[in-house]
């Protein structure tokens, strides 16, 4: 009985020393080059010490006969073990949250530089963006008889400038987003309309599934309907060969949501590029300034919702906006 006790403790303890051990791999992946890193790396080897003197202990509780005070050390080893362990997690969970906070606040850097050049540059570049889309429509008007080559230059300047356009818009919308309007709408409606406006190929195929008795949610329409247009965009955007694009709403009565999921087939998003997605300034698109997950994100907490997102290279990705309810789920 002592010695099953005594054992048991030490197998227990041996096996909380490994799980510290994964954990402190975690904080050192976290933590940059400096002393601290090379503190918590002599740590690692205390650790790899105690457990080379826990494998030790079990065979000499293997061996030899078991006297009555062993489970009292073996209890303080556990302890000890214990105690080391919950040193790092609690170590590990800080570290996570000031990596957190500290991209939160590269965040608000980014959001602040470019509120203070939002006006300037929305100010300077939409008057004379303006007034070259005029000449652009002029010139259509009275060149009817043009040639095909004329025509096309012309059709290419008028789409140059609509980019550019959508550019300044992302870029104001990035940093100055507007109270919201909240009205109660159905989520079928909303997305019926915003497909209306998306230009989706011929080779892209949409699934919808959109229950009827979803709850009424209470958002602006105009910033979520600008939320699902960028969304639903960027998803045929990843499928340049064609795919499907499945979009999903189900309710989430524990959190008193709506879930809309815009799921492609593409090429999904590594890793990486998923931890960043949603900060200013970054983009894996070519001719893109990276801000349109910015202005989704920013306008779907102004309505007090979430967004998030599930991918895995070869496999697509899903952008699932959660929404509030306005009232119970209709009958």
Same mark, same amino acid.
């Given at each position: 009985?002592?010695?099953?006790?005594?054992?048991?403790?030490?197998?227990?303890?041996?096996?909380?020393?490994?799980?510290?051990?994964?954990?402190?791999?975690?904080?050192?992946?976290?933590?940059?080059?400096?002393?601290?890193?090379?503190?918590?790396?002599?740590?690692?080897?205390?650790?790899?010490?105690?457990?080379?003197?826990?494998?030790?202990?079990?065979?000499?509780?293997?061996?030899?006969?078991?006297?009555?005070?062993?489970?009292?050390?073996?209890?303080?080893?556990?302890?000890?073990?214990?105690?080391?362990?919950?040193?790092?997690?609690?170590?590990?969970?800080?570290?996570?949250?000031?990596?957190?906070?500290?991209?939160?606040?590269?965040?608000?850097?980014?959001?602040?530089? &470019?509120?203070? $050049?939002?006006?300037?540059?929305?100010?300077?570049? *939409?008057?004379? @963006? #303006?007034? =070259?889309?005029?000449? +652009?429509?002029? &010139?259509?008007? $009275?060149?009817?008889?043009?040639?095909?080559?004329? *025509?096309?230059? @012309? #059709?290419? =300047?008028?789409?140059? +400038?609509?980019?550019?356009?959508?550019?300044?818009?992302?870029?104001?919308?990035?940093? *100055?987003?507007?109270?919201?309007?909240?009205?109660?709408?159905?989520?079928?409606?909303?997305?019926?309309?915003?497909?209306?406006?998306?230009?989706?190929?011929?080779?892209?195929?949409?699934?919808?599934?959109?229950?009827?008795?979803?709850?009424?949610?209470?958002?602006?329409?105009?910033?979520?309907?600008?939320?699902?247009?960028?969304?639903?965009?960027?998803?045929?955007?990843?499928?340049?060969?064609?795919?499907?694009?499945?979009?999903?709403?189900?309710?989430?009565?524990?959190?008193?949501?709506?879930?809309?999921?815009?799921?492609?087939?593409?090429?999904?998003?590594?890793?990486?590029?998923?931890?960043?997605?949603?900060?200013?300034?970054?983009?894996?698109?070519?001719?893109?300034?990276?801000?349109?997950?910015?202005?989704?994100?920013?306008?779907?907490?102004?309505?007090?919702?979430?967004?998030?997102?599930?991918?895995?290279?070869?496999?697509?990705?899903?952008?699932?906006?959660?929404?509030?309810?306005?009232?119970?789920?209709?009958?």
């Amino acid at each position: 009985m002592i010695f099953s006790l005594s054992l048991s403790f030490a197998l227990i303890g041996l096996v909380i020393q490994l799980a510290t051990l994964a954990s402190l791999r975690k904080l050192l992946a976290m933590l940059p080059a400096g002393s601290i890193r090379k503190k918590w790396f002599a740590v690692s080897g205390l650790i790899f010490i105690f457990i080379a003197g826990y494998l030790g202990y079990i065979a000499v509780l293997w061996t030899q006969p078991t006297e009555w005070h062993e489970p009292l050390v073996s209890g303080v080893l556990l302890f000890g073990a214990l105690f080391v362990w919950l040193t790092v997690e609690l170590s590990l969970q800080t570290a996570a949250e000031l990596r957190r906070m500290e991209d939160e606040l590269v965040h608000q850097e980014k959001l602040a530089l &470019l509120g203070q $050049v939002a006006d300037t540059v929305g100010h300077e570049l *939409r008057n004379p @963006l #303006g007034v =070259i889309n005029n000449a +652009v429509y002029f &010139l259509q008007a $009275v060149l009817t008889d043009a040639d095909e080559t004329t *025509r096309e230059y @012309l #059709g290419i =300047i008028k789409d140059e +400038v609509a980019d550019a356009e959508r550019i300044v818009s992302d870029l104001l919308d990035a940093v *100055r987003t507007k109270p919201p309007h909240p009205e109660a709408l159905r989520v079928g409606a909303l997305i019926g309309k915003v497909l209306d406006k998306c230009d989706v190929p011929p080779s892209v195929t949409v699934r919808l599934d959109i229950p009827e008795t979803l709850p009424i949610i209470r958002v602006d329409p105009s910033q979520i309907r600008q939320v699902l247009w960028n969304l639903i965009t960027n998803g045929v955007e990843a499928m340049p060969d064609g795919g499907t694009l499945e979009i999903k709403a189900a309710e989430d009565r524990a959190a008193k949501t709506v879930m809309v999921s815009i799921q492609d087939s593409g090429s999904g998003i590594t890793p990486e590029h998923q931890a960043r997605l949603f900060q200013p300034m970054f983009t894996t698109k070519a001719r893109r300034v990276g801000l349109g997950l910015v202005v989704v994100k920013n306008l779907t907490q102004a309505n007090g919702g979430s967004v998030g997102v599930e991918s895995e290279p070869g496999r697509g990705s899903t952008f699932t906006v959660s929404l509030p309810c306005n009232n119970p789920a209709v009958p």
